[in-house]
């Protein structure tokens, strides 16, 4: 067996002995899942793109995916710790000097912290650079006011990569990355929104009122905060894309020891011809997003000048799909799809959100049409 062999055989062991058994639970009490936090730090895949030389596993970015994918495919709330810990610290590997990544780095390998990233504002979702989040000089380095929405895993989160103005002349080019501690002074949290799916992975606002950030805190240089934000999608947009595939996966999976069980009509429904094409077609479209994902991952960490288009169609191709699969294993369940004693109508609620989040599929379609069409 290869590595990426291994790698997705003890994801799923741990996916479905320590984190499945929980899953409805969490999403019925949409609370966090610390099970899960417990069982993939005590297997080093809470922060597994995690360098080496910062305490951490060092794997490969095809292999994060795999670890999303297969936690996703029981629990897409879960799949979030491993995700939003990329998305939160992407940006310190690709910009930040040695000496903030060897501050922050090895506390996520380690489990002891998780990271976010704040970036969306209730007036600044999809154009990202209309921010009014600002951040002023002060004496002692910055000083931080605004609120950001929809936080992945706001409140649990010990530190924050935060995108704010620094010199509202420069556009774009005027914003920059700071990190934020959840006990600075200043810092505060919103409620959880009551969501569709997801249920397990609190999403809040952030509120900074004069946080004083020191200006070792800054990710990068001064005012190339939005730039990093772009080079960071290239590589977690592919992680959407795992879970897409991953809750596809295993709504899949469940559908057909569903309809293997099935009788009606003297035989089991899987014989039934308009069943196997429902399925085949299921298989197929996610076995091509895996593909693509995986593509898209290695294109990012290669630094291939095509990642950003293929980051952008890994992600819009793998929720599509997943929305399309998880509503199908729906209706192969028939009756019993539509109630909570099944996990199907979780996942298919659970997928909805890869539409939306990491830029819409809107967003995607926009940004493979300016790669094909330069």
């Not at 009490?29 to 995690?50: C, G, K, V």
């Not at 060897?102 to 979702?125: K, T, V």
């Not at 009606?264 to 011809?273: A, E, H, R, T």
Request: contains cysteine; negative net charge.
């Amino acid at each position: 067996m290869d590595l990426h062999g291994e790698i997705r055989q003890l994801s799923r062991t741990i996916a479905e002995q320590q984190i499945a058994p929980f899953a409805a639970d969490v999403d019925r009490e949409s609370r966090f899942p610390e099970e899960a936090r417990i069982a993939l730090t005590a297997a080093d895949l809470q922060a597994p793109h995690i360098p080496e030389v910062y305490g951490g596993a060092g794997m490969d970015a095809v292999g994060v995916c795999i670890v999303i994918e297969e936690v996703a495919r029981v629990c897409v709330s879960s799949s979030l710790i491993p995700a939003v810990n990329k998305l939160g610290t992407a940006g310190m590997l690709l910009a930040g000097s040695p000496d903030i990544c060897s501050r922050y780095l090895p506390q996520i390998a380690s489990g002891e912290a998780l990271f976010s990233y704040a970036l969306s504002e209730p007036d600044a979702g999809s154009d990202a650079a209309a921010m009014k989040t600002y951040a002023i000089p002060s004496d002692a380095g910055w000083l931080l006011n605004g609120v950001k929405r929809w936080i992945t895993n706001a409140g649990v989160s010990k530190f924050y990569t935060v995108m704010a103005v620094t010199d509202p002349g420069k556009g774009a080019r005027g914003i920059s990355s700071f990190v934020v501690h959840a006990d600075d002074h200043g810092v505060s949290f919103g409620a959880k929104e009551s969501k569709l799916g997801i249920k397990g992975s609190p999403t809040r606002e952030v509120y900074f009122d004069n946080v004083e950030i020191p200006a070792d805190r800054v990710i990068g240089e001064v005012g190339t905060g939005f730039s990093t934000a772009l080079r960071t999608l290239d590589h977690t947009r592919p992680t959407i894309a795992a879970q897409a595939v991953g809750v596809g996966q295993g709504a899949l999976d469940y559908a057909i020891g569903y309809i293997k069980e099935r009788h009606q009509f003297g035989k089991p429904i899987s014989d039934f011809q308009g069943i196997q094409f429902m399925v085949a077609d299921m298989g197929m479209q996610l076995e091509a997003a895996r593909q693509l994902t995986y593509e898209a991952a290695r294109l990012a960490e290669d630094g291939d000048p095509r990642a950003t288009y293929c980051a952008s169609a890994a992600k819009c191709f793998a929720s599509d799909v997943a929305n399309m699969v998880t509503g199908k294993a729906v209706e192969l369940l028939g009756g019993y799809g539509y109630t909570t004693d099944y996990p199907v109508e979780r996942m298919m609620r659970d997928a909805k959100i890869t539409q939306i989040y990491e830029g819409t599929n809107q967003i995607q379609r926009v940004v493979m049409a300016r790669y094909l069409l330069s």
